[in-house]
């Protein structure tokens, strides 16, 4: 099985990898202290000499000032860290869980499994993504779980692909075919040899698919079917959006949320840049 | 169907175990009001309807009651209000400016009669048997001053018994371009600002650009005289097709595509056509046109028109220019929901395509003319599918327009047509529902631009379902109502372009508005007042309670 | 390049078999959402008897099975259904704006893997050095950035604040294109165009760049690149000649299938820059609840993305003989 070291060399041996795991640490200690770090409460109408603060440009109070109906803008963007990041994990779970075993079964098993399988893989590719999100939470109703449910029903269809080329090839290779003539059992084989070579993949499709679950969650609020009670940053542009910050040359507003989607996403990237060899013209990547 | 009633049969399992213990314990705790959902439309489709629901959500729960916002999509929303009126609690709304509605008929009868409560516009299921016959009453009083005791009468029972939670009058903001067009040469229509049909047939091009290009967020879903299909299509149907009277500028009927209309009595009204007009195809216009255009809405073809007509009993052709219609009773809103809201349709292009409908399943609201033919001063020029429509004005009309086109552009992206009027894309901001206090601020940046902000006619308020307890009860909806801050709506949601609103009848309609109308404004203090003194009362954990005797019967809409 | 025609078949009988269970699965996830297809027509006394007779007219009165059999009957004979919002048949509406769509993605995708195969090859020579890390980095900033974002700025540099470029539609307000060849053949349309697809270009750019970047990066350690040098061939002759033609092959399937996922339409993009397309079209057709023009716009998105998938594999099996039968399920 994978071994701690080895996880910890390739971080530093790849400079990309380092940095993105610094990132994710750093938005994951953001999000883990909000409370203690932001000034206030990210829905508070905030009032100064009780009238409420509209529309603030950047000042002491108000670090990134505030929105149309007057809340802290700073304060929205440090608790924004808690739906992006769960939003990002869950999905990745889900990718990662279900795509693997999936290939993995699939690749492993071959025959009618396989082609059923694969069928459905199909099936996940033919649904165009972000309008099946959107109908599912429109049928479901604006949470960020509905979000997280109907992005997880499609995504794993690439790790599935992939995990089952790769499984594929492995099980071509001498020592598997060695281990099962000398009558090793099927779990010994996948667990002793297969799933350790397609584990950096899985976890590989699970860092892309961060990025992509947190873009589509953005996405997907921008056009007004985000949880309006979990302010993501996809929320914060949405809100923007809806209040002409652009006309009003908030760029105070407009611009850090759609950074801090952009520095988390890239974050992912830059992890699993770190397995470029993996990156294979076969394995017809998104 | 199959997971949805599993899901169904295993609630309801549970529920029963459920009321069976706990009918065992006959407790305090069935006083306790329900949680209470608060259905709004999202933030970007209703930013004030959304802001000043969750502001009323949360000030409900100061109260005691479990409130919790819910947001869902238009259509959800409407579904549940409309066709599930067992359901739900409490829901914003609005009903929006239309020249019909400049006579108080349509809000006085339909939103509020006990006869609309099963599936016409009284969705709130308000059942008044004194409010009836008041409503009643004024239908049929044509004398305008005995009408008009009527009418203040009918609000001030509106608001002693909180029928709705009114909020505010909305200000319409229209700008337009003075470089293009000659300031002044728009029409303020009461309660409708200058986005209407006298502005179109009269604004005047001074420059080059002889087109007026305005915008709107929704597209055009259909081109048909005999449907109702939205807001911006009712603009293009104003201007394709002519009715025989019109909503004035000052909100009243006034001839129009008849030179005269005379009552010789209650029921009977004499329509003498205007001579000459034509079709845009260049037949015609005869009394047997008009003829067709009253009568096909009494076929089951056309369900949207159809109330509009119920009254005439016949249509009875005098000469090639005269028509008599006879009604079945006396109507005071006739003028003004019928004979200036009928399109009229050419009998040579729509009789055969009726006669056709009778052979056929569907209705008059399918088909759909490759180029609709009216009489209005606009002829239809083009329709770009989700894109734009196009006019072209009609120069042997009777009004013909000063401009050359009408167009109009579908926008989804609202900030784009800030740009666009500041860059001559546009040169009629027509829809902007955004910050007001931006528009104003560009105008005064762009000295080109000009400004034109009027108190609309419709107005938002929070329906509350009288089906439901507490809603029933109108001390509790007072309540709501004192607690529901119109001078912060006011300012926080609106910017301050909103005025507060106390009836169905806008401040616009100075003849029909009551003024003096005592509503409650006075917060938590005097809302808990109300409840005091109608038996409510709170346990020890803060929550509102039935008054004693009475328990929850109903369970929460989600 | 052999063609196995027994393979072919069988994943043409696959690619039949998908699209029947997409259909089925749209066809009941559309009719189980809550939503009324008659809150379409709400209005004053739309009576319950008006509401049966409209109910019957769209066949929602029958049982769902029923409603199904005759949903997939009229699939076959190419009848998508009539669209309750616009009463038109859902082909005639969707036909109306897919143009539109295939259009911008077609623009899209030609800029993005025009910038992309050149930006590839030109990180694969950098190799090494500093300025191959720069490029690595703008790469992945442009796929990181959420699409609406990117597309609200630009809309605010180059249409609002330059004023260079038009910001919505199409065309100019008034103007008709003579014919849909007229439309795509015409310098006014694609400055319309431009906006909406560099938006969508900046992000798609991003794959066939690092694709291309490290198929080259491959093909230039392998032995047939080794023994041109050894031939005393340039290097920029060696990376364009030989490896640039190999390494280009896996991207033009990547194209392929970018195609195929495009054609959804992109929602967010038509949106901010108003154009109207399959995207939003779908979109609206949902929140209104036109069950038929919603299915319809869907599954044709879902039959040509399954199409181009299907084509990308015959792709791969003609241009890559070391993918075997077994290896593409």
Known sequence: MIEMTSILEFFRQDKFALVGAIIYILFILVALFAPAIAPYDPQEMVRVDGRIAFNREPEKNFKFGTTNMGRDIFSQLIYGARPALTVGFTAALFVMVVGTVVGLVSGYFGGKVDSLLMRLTDVAFGIPFDPFVIVLVSFLGPSIWNIVLAMALLLWRDTARVIRSQVLSIKKRAFVEAARVSGASHSRIIFSYIMPNILPLSLLYGSLAIGWAILTEAAVSFLGFGDPSSISWGYMLHDAYVSQALSRGAFYWMLPPGICIMLLVMAGFYISRGAEEVLQPKLRSM | MSWKSKIASSLLICLLFLTLSGGVIASQGDRVIRPIYVITRPQSSAPDEYETLSYLTAMMTELGIDARLRVVPWEQQSDLVWFERDRWDIAGWQMTARPERLDPDEFIYNLFHSSTTVDGYNFIGYVNPKYDAIAEAQRVTVDPEERRELILKAQEILVEDAVYDFTVHPM???????????????????????????????????????????????????????????????????????????????????????????????????????????????????????????????????????????????????????????????????????????????????????????????????????????????????????????????????????????????????????????????????????????????????????????????????????????????????????????????????????????????????????????????????????????GYEWDNKGRLLYPSGQVEEHTPSF | MTLNWKYIGRRFGQMLLTLWIIATILFFVFRLMPGNPLTAYIDPNFTKEQQEILLEQFGLDKPLFQQYLVFLLNLLQGNLGTSFVYRDDVLRVVARVLPNTLYLMLFSLIIAYVVGVLGGILLAWLRGKKGETVGIILTLFTRSAPQFWVGMLVLAIFSFRLGWLPSSGTGPAGVTYASEWAKFTSPVFWKYMLLPSLTLAIYLLGLPLLLMRTNMVETMEESYVTIARMRGLSERRVMLKYAARNAILPVVTAMAVGFGYAIGGNVVIENVFSWPGLGRLLVDAVTMSDYPLAQGAFLLAAAIMVFMNFVADLLYSVLDPRITVEDMG
């Open chain 2, 172 to 534: 319409i903001s229209i700008v337009y371009n003075t470089d293009v067009f000659a300031e002044d040469s728009v029409v303020d229509m009461a309660g409708m600002g200058i986005r209407n049909f006298w502005t179109y047939i009269n604004i005047d091009p001074i420059g080059d650009q002889k087109a007026i290009i305005l915008n709107s967020g929704e597209t055009v879903q259909a081109i048909n005289p005999f449907y109702i299909s939205g807001t911006v299509d009712s603009w293009v149907y104003e201007l394709i097709y002519d009715r025989l009277m019109r909503m004035s500028p000052e909100g009243l009927p006034e001839p129009w595509a008849a030179e005269s209309v005379e009552w010789l009595s209650d029921t009977e009204v004499q329509i003498l056509l205007r001579d000459g007009m034509k079709w845009h195809d260049g037949e015609p216009v005869t009394a047997k046109d008009v003829k067709f255009s009253f009568e096909a809405p009494m076929t089951g073809e056309v369900p949207m028109y159809k109330p509009f007509v119920d009254v005439i009993s016949r249509v009875e052709i005098v000469d090639d220019l005269t028509l008599v219609f006879h009604l079945k009773r006396p109507w005071a809103a006739f003028e003004a929901a019928s004979l200036a809201k009928i399109n009229l349709a050419p009998e040579h292009i729509w009789g055969p395509l009726f006669e056709d409908l009778k052979t056929r399943p569907e209705n008059a609201e399918s088909i759909q003319e490759d180029v609709p033919i009216g009489s209005g001063p606009f002829k239809f020029a083009d329709w770009k599918f989700a894109e734009e429509v196009v006019l072209d004005a009609y120069a042997d009309h009777f009004a013909a327009p000063k401009v050359d086109k009408w167009i109009v552009r579908f926008v989804t992206n609202m900030e784009s047509t800030l740009g666009m009027i500041q860059n001559g894309e546009l040169n009629f901001l027509a829809s902007y529902s955004g910050d007001a206090s931006l528009l104003e601020n560009l105008v005064s940046r762009n000295p080109m631009l000009s400004m034109v902000s009027s108190v609309d006619l419709g107005y938002r308020f929070i329906a509350l379902n009288h089906n439901r307890a507490p809603f029933s009860d109108p001390a509790f909806r007072k309540a709501l109502v004192a607690i529901t801050d119109q001078e912060f709506v006011v300012e926080a949601v609106w910017k301050g372009y909103a005025v507060p609103a106390n009836s169905v009848i806008a401040p616009a309609l100075e003849f029909w508005k009551n003024d003096e109308l005592k509503w409650p404004q006075g917060g938590l203090e005097q809302a808990r007042q109300f409840l005091k003194e109608a």
